[in-house]
């Protein structure tokens, strides 16, 4: 089965950097879109950043000039670099990734859209 794997998540100090890692595990291929999602306590999960195979960025406004995604293919992998983190960064983090992967059942392939399990990101003040 696909799995999205997430390190990198902790504890950081306001104006610190981290490095999020996000590893897709098991068959899927035609990736496009790879990046991240956050979640607040009480608050919607929003876009952080993604990027399209392609090599399209996206960006959530509130991260703008601070954060950079990027992707390794060969490795399916897609990573976050956060700096000059603040408190408002605190939340838990998604990887998402879309593709396509093999069904067993059917006997090819599905589109689909996985969401790794969140890593939290905490920012002291």
């Known amino acids: 089965q696909v799995q999205l794997v997430e390190s990198g998540g902790g504890l950081v100090q306001a104006g610190g950097s981290l490095r999020l890692s996000c590893a897709a595990s098991?068959?899927?291929?035609?990736?496009?879109?790879m990046g991240w999602y956050r979640q607040a306590p009480g608050n919607q999960r929003e876009l952080v950043a993604t990027v399209a195979r392609s090599g399209s960025t996206n960006y959530a406004d509130s991260v703008k000039g601070r954060a950079t995604v990027s992707r390794d293919n060969a490795k399916k992998t897609v990573y976050l670099q956060m700096d000059s983190l603040k408190p408002e960064d605190t939340a838990v983090y998604y990887c998402y990734v879309d593709g396509r992967v093999y069904n067993t059942r059917v006997g090819g392939s599905t589109y689909r859209e996985l969401w790794g399990q969140g890593t939290l990101v905490t920012v002291s003040s």
């Open positions: 098991g068959t899927i291929f035609s990736i496009n879109v």
